[in-house]
């Protein structure tokens, strides 16, 4: 399976034509594209719906029927099975074998149903990067294009043929049809241009339901939650919209969804009737923001020890995951977060450590400066190899100047004593705990996995920590759909209950 594609099950297919009555539409005059069509499961539905009520599609219909892919392959299967199931011959402007973000082919369609490719453009090799960064640019998906330069940008490919499909190719008031991961309407930060629902050309598009099926029958191949998305253009947004959300079997329960706050913010939904959720508000000192963990950018097995033993003063015996052994000043080496961590207590106990090369203000120690720690600097050369092989364009802009042993996540805030921590990653319940001064070291996250706010003193954590433990937190987390998923409790939806309070002082003690 290609990155990104997760095919259409014929159910799926067929319950989306069904529902918005595509089949009938096409039938009567409708043309009908799908911009990333793979091996036509959604054009198929078409064809098949249409005949079960009875049609009989000829050329003029199958002309209305079009399908765009850059896999050649697939269009040849397509193209094979609509002979041999329906006995349907598609003329050849049907199938278009081509690149749809870089190619702008000549349609106008007035209904474009399609389940794009599910990957976003930080997971693009290098290649298309490049070819899609000014594509992206132009989009008005991207506020700040600095991120697509530094290749971190998280907004999904997906995202990109929504935006492209309906500024290019969707007639006056025409209907887009999108299987999408949820996290483009829930998920904060990097979708909030498209949830603006103005395109770069001056057209509104309204979003105008979503059906939510976190509940159903999964794609195959999807490592994501998924919904599909209504769109209509050329009309103004009115919210709320109509939300629906799987039940048993093929039933919906209908509900309402809202952004969270501002326009382009998260959505989020609600019963009919009642009042949407409201984030609640906790106080911190100002410049206090949530973070992940250390990052090791795919050298786990360099940084994260299983084995630590102090040996003489100041020196301790290591072993990585993959039984390689050495020695590291006792300095650089620190108790990891783990699940049990948070089970615990208030006292936990190191079960790993991760080795930082890092000074207490944040900043990665120069190849001057290792060579005072000759058994760091031995590490990491009989690591150098690996190091060297990460990905990244930060971690290579650090490589670029000989400093190939950087990691991400790593500032002053990493070496503050006090971590107000939570597992932020694939969880359903919200427990945060307040990791303090160790005889170990200095507690750390561990990357995506935990989340963090950092403290000098621990009066004021201390303080974070009782409206944190608040059940309305966790009962807000809930509201916004990410239990079990890897945006469950990340900094981005923290970030958005934080008040920074230039009133509360960082040093306060108790």
């Not at 930060?394 to 990493?414: E, T």
């Not at 945060?432 to 004021?460: C, R, V």
Request: aromatic share 10%; with cysteine; glycine share 10%.
């Amino acid at each position: 399976m290609k990155k990104g594609v997760v095919y259409t099950p014929d159910h799926w297919a067929d319950w989306v034509v069904d529902r918005f009555r595509i089949a009938e539409k096409w039938i009567n005059g409708a043309v009908v594209l799908d911009p990333g069509c793979g091996t036509g499961a959604l054009m198929a539905a078409v064809v098949r719906r249409a005949l079960t009520a009875g049609a009989e599609p000829d050329i003029n219909d199958l002309q209305r029927l079009i399908g765009m892919d850059v896999d050649k392959g697939s269009l040849d299967i397509l193209d094979e099975n609509f002979r041999q199931r329906y006995h349907l011959k598609l003329p050849r402007t049907s199938l278009i074998h081509g690149d749809f973000v870089l190619e702008n082919p000549d349609i106008q369609a007035d209904i474009v149903l399609a389940n794009p490719p599910w990957v976003s453009f930080g997971d693009l090799d290098s290649k298309l990067k490049e070819a899609y960064k000014p594509v992206y640019r132009n989009s008005g998906l991207v506020p700040n294009p600095r991120t697509l330069l530094l290749g971190g940008a998280r907004i999904d490919l997906a995202a990109l043929f929504v935006a492209l499909s309906m500024e290019r190719h969707l007639k006056q008031r025409g209907e887009g049809l999108f299987f999408l991961p949820s996290s483009l309407f829930r998920g904060e930060g990097a979708h909030e241009a498209l949830r603006n629902i103005e395109l770069p050309g001056g057209r509104r598009h309204r979003l105008q339901e979503v059906y939510d099926m976190e509940k159903s029958a999964p794609f195959p191949g999807a490592g994501t939650r998924k919904c599909l998305a209504y769109f209509r253009m050329d009309a103004r947004q009115v919210w709320p919209i109509s939300w629906y959300t799987a039940g048993p079997g093929d039933t919906w329960e209908t509900r309402e969804a809202r952004p969270i706050a501002e326009s382009g913010s998260p959505l989020i939904p609600y019963s009919v009737g009642t009042q949407p959720p409201v984030p609640p508000r906790i106080s911190v000192p100002a410049g206090t923001k949530p973070r992940q963990g250390v990052n090791t950018g795919g050298a786990s097995a360099v940084f994260i020890l299983e084995e630590m033993e102090p040996l003489e003063d100041g020196v301790v015996g290591v072993v990585n995951r993959n039984g390689t052994e050495g020695r590291l000043p006792e300095f650089l080496v620190h108790p990891l977060m783990n699940p049990s961590s948070f089970e615990s207590g208030d006292k936990p106990v190191p079960e790993r450590w991760i080795f930082l090369p890092y000074k207490r203000n944040g900043r990665v120690m120069s190849a001057e400066e290792l060579k005072s720690y000759p058994d760091a600097a031995d590490w990491l050369t009989r690591h150098r190899t690996q190091l060297e092989a990460r990905k990244g364009v930060m971690l290579a802009r650090y490589a670029s100047g000989g400093i190939w042993w950087a990691l991400l996540g790593v500032g002053p805030y990493a070496f503050q004593p006090w971590k107000l921590a939570w597992e932020s990653y694939g969880r359903s319940r919200f427990v945060p705990m307040l990791f303090g001064p160790s005889k170990y070291g200095i507690w750390q996250g561990n990357q995506a996995l935990h989340a963090y706010l950092s403290f000098k003193e621990d009066g004021t954590a201390r303080s974070v920590l009782e409206d944190f433990r608040s059940p309305v937190l966790e009962k807000y987390l809930k509201s916004l759909g990410g239990a079990e998923t890897k945006g469950w409790a990340q900094p981005g939806r923290i970030q958005r209950v934080l008040i920074p309070d230039a009133s509360i002082p960082a040093h306060q003690k108790r």
